[in-house]
């Protein structure tokens, strides 16, 4: 099925921002999606209109009980001037399994598809082309029916908004360099039966104490270890964490706490690909303190859309701090940083079907 959309546009178009002055997720573009959710009517209205605010009441279940959810993705210029998204319909798929989970409304992955495309199609001139920069897409879903009783809502309303957006670490401006982390020993992010797997604004609002605690010790970002024994490693910040120990790349399974990011999917699947020994296994922060100590410790690093590859070069647990390759950007870091933007942006051939253009 092919969906369209009616499109008002923006009478008050803004200016573009300075590529190499971006940050991460603060200057919008000038159009939004917008689509309805009615019980018996399924999905309906789905339209582009200007960015702006909204009018939401104040009884909203968004407002009260945080029944909603997101999903973040980019688009990217390539030298040509095509703009591509990576893997589009793993995040239509993401979408339904976090719904499932906080009890929303399924959608069809191609009218998701759809609407990020046209979305972008719109706003075109706003995908930047400048290294580490790219367009960030938020699609989200608020359950917005004015009632107070903690109960799944009836209405909810679907929209997408653009941000460009440079590097998601400001360290990372120019060319790639390391990351402080902060390895949490005292609150968690996500417990068995949770919300973990699901990417729902819970989760980040729980996270935001030991961010705190991260940036008070220099820190970019806390790496999160498990609920039971706060002994495996989990995930880090917004992003899947990898660790190089010897000759094996090793990252947390898929066991419902940690978020199945698409780009450690990807990450999997160029490391098996390059014969690279790639294990999803749990991995004890006792066995990465000791691998740094005896130097087996080759690397780590962090992986997701905002993120993209961010190394890490320095891991701050219980008060000591453990160094990684000299604070410096690992080969197989670097490599898979190369290779992931160089499909993304279409440098490299995409054998994989993992890029689609937006017309
Ligand atoms: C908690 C968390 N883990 C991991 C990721 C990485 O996922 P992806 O690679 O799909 O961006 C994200 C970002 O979406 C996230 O928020």
Redesign the pocket.
Known sequence: MSYTFPVTRNPNPKPKPDPNELVFGKQFTDHMFVMDYDEGQGWHDGRIIPYGDILISPASSVLHYAQMMFE?MKAYKSASGDVLLFRPEMNARRLNRTNERICMPQMDEELFVSAVKATVHEDKDWVPDAPFTSLYIRPFIIADDPALGVKSAHHFRFMIILCPSGPYYAANRGKLSTTRIFVEDEYIRAAHGGTGYA?VGG?YAGSLRASQKAYACDCNDVLWLDAHEHKYIE?V????AFFVIGDEVITAPLAGT??P????DSVLTLLREWGVPATERKLSIDEVVAAAKEGALKEAFA????AVISPMGTLRYLGEEYVINNREVGALSQKIYDTITGIQTGKLPDTRGWTQRVD
């Open positions: 973040g990417k989760n995930e910040g917004s992003s899947n940690i978020l990011g698409i780009t450690r992986s997701g859309t905002a």
